[in-house]
Structures are given as C-alpha cells and as structure tokens.
C-alpha cells in the first residue's frame, strides 16, 4: 500500500504525537528541514503524552517510601501504582515481580547477579552486547554461546541439542531476544521458551526492541523474565524494568547494598552490622528510586495500550514493506537479515551500499536530508560480522569509497509509533538519489566520524 493511503485506513492508526516533531535543522546544502529521527531503536522521542504527564506530576514530586509528607505519599502511591501498570502491561502472573531498574543493561546485569550456583547459561552470539556479556561475570555461571541460527526452526533446534547436553536437574538460563535490533527480526520466543522449560531450564526474554513495537505477554509467551529500557518506550526519562519470577530474585543477596533495600539494621556486640533485607522487589531497588523515570514508564505503557497496539503494529508492518519494498528498487543496496527477506520483522532494517562506507551514507543521509539514522556495528558485533560475512574491511567512521575487503559496519534505520510517513518517503527517496548521484558535499573523517567539509 502506498504510504500516502496509510492514513487513512482505518486498521491503522495516526502517528502518535512525539516530542521534537517540529525540530528544524540545518541542511549542509542550504536550508533546513524537520528533523527525521530514524533512530528509535537506539532511543525513540518521548511521548508527547508522557511528557505531559510527567509534567502534570512535576509540582508535586517527593520522596518515595521514605517521607510522612502529603507529597511523600503520593509519589510513593505513584510509584507503586506504575509497578502495577508495568505488571499489567506485560500481563504479569500472580507472584512475579517487577523490579525498576536504569535500563535493559540493568536488568540482565541484576539477572545475572542472582543466578542459582552452579547456573548454565545459553545464549545466542546474535545478541545485544547487553544480553550477550553479563553471565560471564557471574562468578560461577557456565556460559555456552548458541552459533547464528539461519531459521527460527533452526534456532529451536539449536537450543534443543545444547540443552540436551547439560546435566538435567542443575539449574539453567536461556537469554533470547524478542527482536533483534539489527535485523529487526521477530525471534520464536515462545518456540524457545517451550523448548527452555521442556528441559528444565528458565528463560528471559531481552524485550528491548520488541515492547515498544509489539505486545509483550509474560505468561501468554511463558518467559520466566522480561527486560526492557524507557528510553526505547517512549519514556526517556532513565528507567528500565526487569519482570518476572520472584524466587531467584527473593533467594540472591540484593543487587546493591542500602536504604530501601533493607527492611531493619541492627549492629551486633562484637561490631558487626546484621541486615534483614526486604523480600519484595524493593530488595533490589536500593537508593531513593526515580520515580519520574518510572511515572514516564507506566505512562508510555497506558499510552501504547490505549492506542490500540493492532493498530500500531499494522501501521508499523506497512512502513516496513515500504522500507523494503524502496531498498529493493535502489541497485547495491543489501538489506542485512539472519532468517531471510520476508522474516517478520519490527521497525528496524540495516543495510549496506556497493561502494559506499557505511559511516559517509549515513552522515550524507543528515548532512543533506535532515534524517538521522545510525551507522556502526549497533552493540552485536559478533551478529553483525556474520551478517555482513566477514572481519576484514573499512574501519567504522571512515569517509569516502571503501578500501578493499567488505564493509565493517552497516547502517541502521529504525522508527515506530511516532514516525510520520513523510520520514519514511524522504528517507526511501534519499537512499535512491544518494545510490543514483552521489554526496553532493565532501566528507571527512574526524575524530571517529565522517562529517561534511565545511573547511572548503
Ligand atoms: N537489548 C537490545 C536488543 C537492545 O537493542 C539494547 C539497546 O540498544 C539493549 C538490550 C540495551 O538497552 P539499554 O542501552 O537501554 O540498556
């Protein structure tokens, strides 16, 4: 369907309103032009709504489960009443727990920390960094990386014939993506988590890139755990959530040490300090927590909920066909993907371009157009060297044609609920004339990164 008609089909929504959808900036060429932030899988805009309530919230911000005041009291309800929220959202069991955090980094790393002794790990080597590193810091965790799977059958398969391997009755974790933030690829989570619990393992899905374009639903999925990041949700403000099964949590010394985790301190007689710390999720949420963070969660939650996320995802679904189908049509230009081209997938899609350094596409693509997109190797560096099929080639950053070899790095285009269809135009429209014409500037590297010229 052409984007100009998605508007007005009824099975999908408006864009929802962003913060910065107004934002002018410089052309390089001369002129300006509304911004096209092409970037959210690294962090998307706020809300409007969100700002707005956090805003609303703003005058009467206090203290959380630590003040007797008015305002004390209400933030403190605030923040609890977000943690339901939160629950809802990801359609939490009975029992589980939603624990704030800073981030999905955050998450996984306080997963890590409460691992049973003796834990296994399994985890795919196409995963975040974030995903992919925290278990080996774990002090007696095994880890096994699961090789690049080309299918979501062989993924399943994969995971079957290394968890066959293990000794059954010792405890054991599988980390999954829900979508890959290079490919955007959906991956069979709910495949893995039948095949995680079928051999006595627990799972944790890394929803980074899948809950801010998909419903998550813990218990419809069967996950163990969930992590994801605000600033990936519409909610920018420094919080992240881990939700999930409450006994590995309830069971492991707290995450960090202090106020709030603690539910009554004692010293001993001979000088020591006896510590009793809180079963619930305050266990690991030590320090006065960010409530605005976790307001701006619960409100993008509420938000996408309201808006129908059907109608976000076949809105989103359409924008992505038109991204593919406008790649496809520009000569040279490859479109990365693990499980082929007609994977499902979310708003994200990276390529490379016959000639061209992915860093130079990307900085003409802002330097010229106003669209901001990323280049590099996004956090995966392992996925990425598969995909692109080799280690050798042109550093990231650098400008001009590439030396010999191929390509280092790709470039990354990504957008959902807020993106209007104009960004996605202009951007199919800049790949094909930058492929057809050339930069119309001249580029440089400097300092890691290719820039327009300006010295000339
Ligand atoms: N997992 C995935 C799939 C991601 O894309 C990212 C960030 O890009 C992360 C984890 C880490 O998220 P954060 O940087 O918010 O901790």
């Not at 590193?133 to 690049?148: F, H, I, K, N, Q």
């Not at 893995?192 to 627990?202: S, V």
């Not at 016959?354 to 860093?359: H, I």
């Not at 930058?434 to 820039?451: D, F, I, K, M």
């Given at each position: 369907?052409?984007?100009?008609?998605?508007?007005?089909?009824?099975?999908?929504?408006a864009?929802?309103?962003?913060?910065?959808?107004?934002?002018?900036?410089?052309?390089?060429?001369?002129?300006?032009?509304?911004?096209?932030?092409l970037?959210?899988?690294?962090?998307?805009?706020?809300?409007?709504?969100?700002?707005?309530d956090?805003?609303?919230?703003?005058?009467y911000?206090?203290?959380?489960h630590?003040?007797?005041?008015?305002?004390?009291q209400?933030?403190?309800?605030?923040?609890?009443?977000?943690r339901a929220?939160?629950?809802?959202?990801?359609?939490?069991?009975?029992?589980?727990q939603?624990?704030?955090?800073?981030?999905?980094t955050?998450s996984?790393?306080?997963?890590?920390?409460?691992?049973?002794?003796?834990?296994?790990?399994?985890?795919?080597?196409?995963?975040?960094h974030?995903?992919l590193?925290?278990?080996?810091?774990?002090?007696?965790?095994?880890?096994?990386?699961?090789?690049?799977?080309?299918?979501p059958a062989?993924?399943?398969?994969?995971?079957?014939?290394?968890?066959?391997?293990r000794?059954?009755?010792?405890?054991?974790?599988?980390?999954?993506t829900?979508?890959?933030?290079?490919?955007?690829?959906?991956?069979?989570?709910?495949?893995?988590?039948?095949?995680?619990?079928?051999?006595?393992?627990?799972?944790?899905?890394?929803?980074?890139?899948?809950?801010?374009?998909?419903?998550?639903?813990?218990?419809?999925?069967?996950?163990?755990?969930?992590?994801?990041?605000g600033?990936?949700?519409?909610?920018?403000?420094?919080?992240?959530?881990?939700a999930?099964?409450?006994?590995?949590?309830?069971?492991?010394?707290?995450?960090?040490?202090?106020?709030?985790?603690?539910?009554?301190?004692?010293?001993?007689?001979?000088?020591?300090?006896?510590?009793?710390?809180?079963?619930?999720?305050?266990?690991h949420?030590?320090?006065?927590?960010?409530?605005?963070?976790?307001?701006?969660?619960?409100?993008?939650?509420?938000?996408?909920?309201?808006?129908?996320?059907?109608?976000?995802?076949?809105?989103?679904?359409?924008?992505?066909?038109?991204?593919?189908?406008?790649?496809?049509?520009?000569p040279?230009?490859?479109?990365?993907?693990?499980?082929?081209?007609?994977?499902?997938?979310?708003?994200?899609?990276?390529?490379?371009v016959?000639?061209?350094?992915?860093?130079h596409?990307?900085?003409?693509?802002?330097?010229?157009?106003?669209?901001?997109?990323r280049?590099?190797?996004?956090?995966?560096?392992p996925?990425?060297?598969?995909?692109?099929?080799?280690?050798?080639?042109?550093?990231?950053?650098?400008?001009?044609?590439?030396?010999?070899?191929?390509?280092?790095?790709?470039?990354?285009?990504?957008?959902?609920?807020?993106?209007?269809?104009?960004?996605?135009?202009?951007?199919?429209?800049?790949v094909g004339e930058?492929?057809?014409?050339?930069?119309?500037?001249?580029?440089?590297?400097?300092?890691?990164?290719?820039?327009p010229?300006?010295?000339?």
């Open positions: 369907m052409p984007v100009a008609t998605l508007a007005a089909d009824q099975s999908v929504c864009p929802l309103p962003v913060l910065g959808r107004d934002v002018r900036v410089p052309l390089v060429t001369g002129g300006e032009v509304t911004y096209a932030a970037d959210y899988a690294a962090s998307a805009p706020a809300l409007q709504r969100v700002w707005d956090v805003a609303a919230y703003a005058p911000y206090g203290s959380v630590r003040g007797a005041g008015y305002l004390s209400l933030s403190t309800d605030l923040f609890e009443n977000s929220a939160v629950a809802g959202f990801l359609g939490c069991r009975e029992g589980d939603v624990v704030f955090t800073r981030s999905t955050d996984l790393n306080l997963l890590a920390s409460v691992l049973p002794v003796g834990c296994r790990v399994f985890v795919f080597e196409t995963e975040h974030a995903a590193l925290p278990w080996g810091r774990a002090s007696d965790a095994e880890v096994t990386c699961l090789d690049a799977p080309r299918t062989q993924a399943v398969e994969t995971l079957e014939r290394a968890l066959a391997d000794d059954p009755y010792g405890p054991a974790l599988v980390v999954v829900g979508a890959s933030n290079v490919t955007g690829e959906l991956w069979p989570v709910r495949e893995l988590a039948a095949a995680a619990h079928a051999h006595g393992a627990r799972i944790v899905l890394d929803a980074a890139q899948l809950a801010p374009h998909h419903p998550v639903d813990i218990a419809e999925l069967d996950v163990d755990w969930v992590a994801f990041s600033h990936k949700l519409y909610a920018p403000f420094g919080s992240g959530v881990l999930g099964r409450a006994d590995w949590l309830r069971d492991a010394e707290p995450y960090l040490a202090g106020g709030g985790a603690s539910r009554s301190v004692a010293r001993r007689a001979d000088g020591g300090v006896d510590v009793q710390w809180h079963e619930s999720a305050a266990r949420e030590a320090g006065s927590p960010n409530v605005i963070g976790v307001y701006a969660i619960a409100s993008a939650c509420k938000a996408l909920g309201e808006a129908g996320f059907d109608r976000l995802v076949e809105r989103e679904r359409q924008l992505v066909e038109q991204v593919r189908t406008g790649l496809a049509a520009v040279g230009v490859r479109v990365l993907s693990l499980f082929g081209d007609d994977a499902p997938r979310v708003g994200v899609l990276s390529f490379v016959d000639g061209w350094n992915s860093s596409f990307a900085a003409a693509l802002s330097a010229e157009y106003g669209i901001g997109v280049d590099g190797l996004f956090c995966a560096h996925l990425v060297r598969t995909l692109l099929g080799g280690e050798d080639g042109t550093e990231p950053g650098a400008c001009g044609a590439p030396d010999e070899g191929a390509t280092l790095n790709a470039i990354r285009v990504s957008f959902g609920a807020g993106t209007p269809d104009e960004h996605v135009e202009r951007f199919v429209r800049a930058l492929v057809r014409n050339g930069a119309r500037w001249l580029y440089r590297t400097e300092g890691g990164r290719c820039v010229d300006t010295s000339a």
